[in-house]
């Protein structure tokens, strides 16, 4: 699975925080 994809099923908010800083080192994003 994506980390992005863990992110939605993450039990909590601050995991789900984490995980997605982990994806954005792996692969930086602009989404802004």
Do not use: C, E
């Amino acid at each position: 699975a994506s980390l992005r994809g863990l992110a939605r099923i993450a039990p909590t908010q601050a995991h789900r925080y984490t995980l997605v800083d982990m994806a954005n080192q792996v692969r930086p994003t602009s989404t802004f």
